[in-house]
């Protein structure tokens, strides 16, 4: 219990905010804490000091302390917006000095405190959208935020807005102001930290019942340099118009309706006054228009100096009763840029496109075109805009490909058709002879013909279902082809030029240096999202510093995942590791070979030092002599094969041969140098020798230890001697030979001389005799078949 209480304190000490109280965040990173949606009720305990971003939003937090945040001093990002709180302590952010956004919309704050920023001099993005206060505090409130860059404020309690407000905001560049309820505006208060980048105003009770105050706000944010967007907000009297006046006095370039319900006859009173104005660009986002009674532009309205409309995600009910484009005529002879995306657009008649004589850019996606209506509107191939260089037709109703819609548009470049159900591409094709970019994505292509134009640079054929690629297009730089069903990469000789390759997502199985090197220009490749069998030149590649190949992969590493060896599948190819016998064969081989010839030479090494060849040889020509039948002894040809060291013939020719074949009785001796057979094996010689006699003497010197061919008949008449169990060997001792000097192939020999008595030459003349006597005794076979005891004459 001493221990725990001990602990606890120490916990308390070094970390302020440990609490048993304080609850822990369920999904913490490295870095960053999203600890939204959790049912807090507290700031939860900090896992680490190196957080950097902190999200609480949808909790239900109701008061921040000025100990909340002790622990979270590398704290930059601070989400706690959708929760209850309604109280903030002045010292509570104290500890953010690295804090660069903070987020507290849609909380009950009734009121402001300019002491909650004293420290925050790194903020720059502010959100205090969606609280319960009137008025931003009591002044000066956003004086410390001198980096602030991005200030949104206001709510359906907002009431008033006073010049010191915005005071200190040097380094402000865009403002969210949602002012729907507004009752006073100081003129001036905005205009102090103009001219800003961005500026959205949401001011829908003041379009209705003030519009003085509207125009004062206006007045002080228009500026040529700054975006206007008007959000939330209901235009259905022409009069509500009225207060943009004053932006073609402020010089407005950019003008956005976003999220708006408005009266045609409204966008037809806003484009009457601000003719002759600077307006550039006109946007209409997420709207709602509804049809009413409005008359065409006056023709002497002056439009020159716009440039692009946009209408994008625009509800027009009955649409099929909208007067499509003859309200516009006057300001569509002038833009060069028209978006007109998902506006149930399904038919633009002849007359109308020819309208469009200024026209660069043209944007009709996420429309209601088909076949037959994209004719009508290109006036079926005779519409000729001599300055059109991007036309998007995606996700219409196309079912097919006629490119003949296009030739006559010289200037054209960029062409998007993907998002149609093509199917299939016709086999040839004429396209305008500029054309550089062609988008063929998600169009069902299952195969690509010659109708692709020679001139491409850029072509997008992704999520489509085709198995090959083998069109030649000799300038094409980047292709994109992920989402298909490639087993192969193009053909590298099709694409020359090649620089950029998309391929993910399809069904390759390998990919590397050798497979990458074909294309000479090649420098990036996206190919993940699909499994690859994991060679060793493929995971070799992927392994490899990237930085250092000549072509980089672009995407993730991690979406590259082995499916082969089983061993490595489902592994990412980064922690795939195979083996030196995968990936090193010849290497591995080698280093098999080497290890193997090593051992044999090690085994033939060790039979030479301990003499296994002469045993090997020796049981050979003993099994081979033993199928042999044994000779009696009336069918032996000598009395006594002989054997010796050529080192001692000279002995043996000259006291050996005299003494036993010339004198009386005279023996036969069987000599290799005489006897033997020429030209057969000396070993079937030698076995045959000693077959063919009585007995076998040895002529015992270190020249006989010394020879090779003397160890053969040593060793086949030492396995005759107990193969017979006969006493076929006589030992005759030339020198003193000491046994321990004897080698150990010569083991046999050592067993000889220990088991059998022997015949020593005589160093005294006068002993000869008695020598030669006995040797013939020993030698000399029995005339009545009877066994001559040796061993008693040769102790005489």
């Known amino acids: 219990m001493t221990n725990l209480t001990l602990l606890t304190f120490v916990l308390l000490l070094t970390n302020p905010s440990f609490s048993l109280s304080r609850p822990r965040c369920r999904r913490c990173k490295q870095t960053s804490c999203d600890c939204s949606k959790q049912n807090l009720r507290d700031v939860p305990a900090a896992p680490s000091k190196l957080i950097t971003k902190l999200d609480l939003s949808f909790n239900h937090l109701s008061t921040i302390t000025k100990d909340d945040f002790v622990a979270y001093a590398s704290l930059q990002s601070l989400i706690v917006n959708n929760n209850m709180i309604g109280t903030i302590q002045e010292q509570a952010f104290d500890p953010l000095t690295n804090l660069t956004e903070l987020d507290l919309?849609?909380?009950?704050?009734?009121?402001?405190?300019?002491?909650?920023?004293?420290?925050?001099?790194?903020?720059?993005?502010?959100?205090?959208?969606?609280?319960?206060?009137?008025?931003?505090?009591?002044?000066?409130?956003?004086?410390?935020?001198?980096?602030?860059?991005?200030?949104?404020?206001?709510?359906?309690?907002?009431?008033?807005?006073?010049?010191?407000?915005?005071?200190?905001?040097?380094?402000?560049?865009?403002?969210?102001?949602?002012?729907?309820?507004?009752?006073?505006?100081?003129?001036?208060?905005?205009?102090?930290?103009?001219?800003?980048?961005?500026?959205?105003?949401?001011?829908?009770?003041?379009?209705?019942?003030?519009?003085?105050?509207?125009?004062?706000?206006?007045?002080?944010?228009?500026?040529?340099?700054?975006?206007?967007?008007?959000?939330?907000?209901?235009?259905?009297?022409?009069?509500?118009?009225?207060?943009?006046?004053?932006?073609?006095?402020?010089?407005?370039?950019?003008?956005?309706?976003?999220?708006?319900?408005?009266?045609?006859?409204?966008?037809?009173?806003?484009?009457?006054?601000?003719?002759?104005?600077?307006?550039?660009?006109?946007?209409?986002?997420?709207?709602?228009?509804?049809?009413?009674?409005?008359?065409?532009?006056?023709?002497?309205?002056?439009?020159?100096?716009?440039?692009?409309?946009?209408?994008?995600?625009?509800?027009?009910?009955?649409?099929?009763?909208?007067?499509?484009?003859?309200?516009?005529?006057?300001?569509?002879?002038?833009?060069?840029?028209?978006?007109?995306?998902?506006?149930?657009l399904y038919n633009v008649v002849c007359e109308n496109s020819r309208d469009f004589s200024r026209l660069e850019y043209l944007d009709v996606s996420d429309n209601m075109l088909n076949d037959d209506t994209l004719g009508e509107m290109m006036c079926n191939g005779e519409l000729d805009f001599s300055g059109l260089q991007t036309l998007n037709l995606s996700w219409n109703n196309l079912h097919s490909i006629n490119s003949r819609l296009f030739t006559k548009l010289h200037e054209l470049e960029n062409i998007d058709l993907s998002g149609n159900a093509v199917y299939r591409m016709p086999e040839t094709c004429h396209w305008p002879p500029r054309l550089q970019f062609l988008n063929l994505s998600s169009a069902l292509l299952i195969e690509v013909t010659a109708c692709l134009p020679k001139s491409l640079r850029i072509l997008d054929l992704s999520h489509n279902a085709l198995t090959v690629f083998t069109i030649q297009l000799p300038y094409?730089?980047?292709?994109?082809?992920?989402?298909?069903?490639?087993?192969?990469?193009?053909?590298?000789?099709?694409?020359?030029?090649?620089?950029?390759?998309?391929?993910?997502?399809?069904?390759?199985?390998?990919?590397?240096?050798?497979?990458?090197?074909?294309?000479?220009?090649?420098t990036t490749i996206e190919a993940g999202a699909q499994s690859y069998e994991c060679s060793c030149d493929f995971v070799a590649f992927m392994t490899s510093d990237l930085t250092r190949q000549r072509v980089t992969i672009a995407d993730e590493i991690e979406s590259y995942v082995c499916d082969s060896p089983d061993a490595m599948r489902g592994k990412r190819v980064t922690d795939a590791r195979l083996s030196v016998f995968e990936c090193q064969m010849a290497l591995a081989l080698s280093v098999l070979c080497a290890g193997i010839l090593a051992v044999i030479l090690l085994v033939v090494g060790l039979c030479h030092k301990f003499s296994v060849p002469w045993y090997v040889r020796m049981m050979w020509a003993w099994l081979r002599a033993k199928r042999k039948p044994k000779l009696k002894k009336g069918e032996l040809e000598y009395d006594a094969f002989v054997s010796y060291s050529e080192m001692d013939s000279g002995w043996v020719e000259a006291h050996l041969i005299p003494e036993l074949e010339q004198n009386e009785p005279p023996l036969r001796l069987c000599l290799h140098k005489r006897d033997f057979l020429p030209g057969g094996w000396i070993l079937d010689n030698i076995m045959e020798a000693i077959e063919k006699s009585h007995r076998t003497l040895f002529v015992l010197s270190q020249h006989f230890v010394n020879s090779e061919w003397c160890k053969y008949e040593l060793d086949y008449t030492h396995f005759r001697l107990f193969d017979h169990n006969d006493d076929a060997v006589v030992l005759i001792l030339l020198e003193p030979i000491d046994k321990d000097t004897i080698p150990k192939k010569f083991c046999k020999l050592r067993r000889v001389m220990n088991s059998r008595t022997y015949l020593e030459w005589p160093d005294d003349d006068n002993q000869i005799a008695r020598f030669w006597q006995s040797l013939r005794s020993a030698i000399k076979r029995p005339e009545n078949g009877e066994r001559n005891d040796i061993e008693e004459t040769l102790n005489l």
């Open 105 to 344: 919309s849609s909380n009950q704050l009734d009121s402001l405190s300019a002491e909650w920023f004293e420290s925050l001099v790194s903020l720059q993005h502010l959100n205090l959208l969606g609280n319960r206060y009137e008025t931003l505090g009591q002044g000066n409130l956003f004086q410390p935020l001198k980096r602030l860059k991005t200030l949104q404020f206001g709510g359906l309690d907002l009431r008033s807005v006073r010049k010191s407000d915005f005071s200190g905001l040097a380094s402000l560049e865009e403002v969210v102001f949602d002012g729907r309820n507004l009752q006073a505006y100081a003129e001036g208060s905005l205009r102090r930290v103009r001219p800003l980048k961005h500026v959205a105003l949401s001011l829908r009770g003041p379009f209705k019942k003030n519009l003085a105050l509207v125009e004062a706000v206006l007045s002080d944010v228009a500026h040529p340099n700054t975006k206007l967007t008007f959000t939330n907000t209901s235009f259905f009297r022409n009069r509500q118009i009225n207060p943009f006046r004053v932006l073609k006095e402020g010089g407005t370039t950019d003008f956005t309706f976003k999220n708006v319900n408005i009266t045609l006859g409204a966008v037809v009173a806003f484009f009457n006054t601000m003719s002759d104005s600077n307006i550039t660009k006109f946007s209409v986002i997420d709207t709602k228009i509804f049809l009413s009674f409005a008359s065409n532009l006056p023709e002497n309205q002056h439009f020159r100096g716009w440039e692009e409309i946009v209408l994008m995600n625009v509800d027009i009910p009955q649409f099929y009763n909208f007067p499509a484009l003859f309200f516009l005529e006057p300001l569509l002879n002038v833009v060069r840029r028209v978006s007109l995306i998902n506006v149930k």
């Open 476 to 522: 094409l730089t980047k292709l994109y082809i992920s989402g298909n069903k490639l087993s192969i990469l193009p053909e590298a000789s099709l694409l020359p030029r090649l620089s950029f390759l998309f391929v993910e997502n399809n069904d390759l199985q390998t990919l590397g240096s050798t497979v990458l090197n074909v294309y000479n220009n090649l």
